[in-house]
């Protein structure tokens, strides 16, 4: 019979790892080119997980089939396993709404509706017309606070989206996928198109919200992961090559395609 005690453990463990996504043989493919290869890997709950690796290797692709969001593409074939929460993600007739709800994404470019920013914020809430105006206001503010852009934005609610600066832009789509409630969320590239203060921006804001959210980040940018990766996955045409502590992979990488890349951003793969 199990004790108290090793009951609790298991309570524990179980809630440690319930937002963790699992990976296992992962392969895409589009006609006779293999796109992932056999990917298996754990991403790290509350942690900033980042995947690097030269262009065309396959980061985005990896990045989008965990929440399905290159399901529509019917030419490419995916197979393997993808657990969040124990669940399979890959299964078919999988709840794809209610998926993209738990796992959020953030895009290379902000994607700004027309509308006005406090619209913006409230797009994704389901039945959001349904609420009365103060609980809208209060998501509001609550979603813009945890993009850091209320105090920037906070006298300006009704005004377009579109007239805020592209880093501004960029936050409020965090906003907007914040407030869905999201448990994972993923980031492909989200600073590419930034200035170096819009960028810093983000970079702290990832560090905050990893408190509350799991965040798998694609960059291409090497200085970028060293300064805010928890946990590094090196890609490398297709392949996993390596993955681990960013601290481990930046001082003593096992192989030397990681050290290549980490180092000179070159790749011999
Ligand atoms: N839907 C698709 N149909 C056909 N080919 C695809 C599709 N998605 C990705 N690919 C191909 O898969 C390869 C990997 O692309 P992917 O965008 O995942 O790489 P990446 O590492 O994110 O590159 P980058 O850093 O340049 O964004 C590329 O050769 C790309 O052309």
């Given amino acids: 019979m199990e004790t108290a005690q ?22 895409v493919s589009f006609g006779s080119q293999h796109i992932l290869k056999n990917i298996s890997l754990n ?4 942690k900033v997980n980042c995947i690097v690796g030269p262009s065309g290797g396959g980061k985005s692709t990896l990045l989008r089939s965990i929440n399905r969001i290159n399901n529509d593409d019917y030419n490419l074939i995916i197979n393997g396993s993808i657990l969040f929460n124990n ?14 709800k738990e796992i959020g994404m953030v895009f290379q470019s902000p994607c ?26 209060s998501i509001v503010e609550e979603n813009l606070k945890a993009a850091s852009l209320w105090d920037e934005v906070s006298t300006r609610l009704n005004e377009s989206a579109k007239s805020l600066s592209i880093g501004q832009q960029q936050r409020l789509c965090i906003a907007r996928t914040l407030a869905v409630k999201p448990k994972i969320l993923l980031m492909d590239e989200p600073t590419s198109s930034l200035d170096p ?24 940018n090497i200085s970028q992961a060293k300064r805010i990766a928890d946990e590094l996955y090196f890609i490398c045409e297709g392949e996993l090559i390596e993955s681990g502590s960013k601290d481990v992979l930046f001082s003593n990488p096992k192989k030397e395609q990681t050290r290549t890349y980490l180092f000179n951003g070159t790749c011999n793969c």
């Fill in 6 to 27: 090793k009951i609790i453990e298991n309570i524990s463990e179980n809630k440690i790892h319930q937002h963790y996504i699992s990976i296992s043989n992962l392969n």
């Fill in 43 to 46: 991403f790290q709950k509350n």
């Fill in 87 to 100: 669940e399979e993600i890959l299964i078919k007739n999988k709840d794809l709404t209610k998926l993209r």
């Fill in 112 to 137: 700004v509706f027309p509308k006005s920013i406090k619209e913006n914020v409230l797009f994704g809430i389901e039945n959001h017309s349904k609420l009365s105006q103060a609980e809208k206001d």
């Fill in 197 to 220: 203060i819009s960028t810093e921006a983000i970079e702290v804001l990832m560090n905050r919200l990893k408190a509350e959210y799991t965040i798998i980040l694609v960059t291409h």
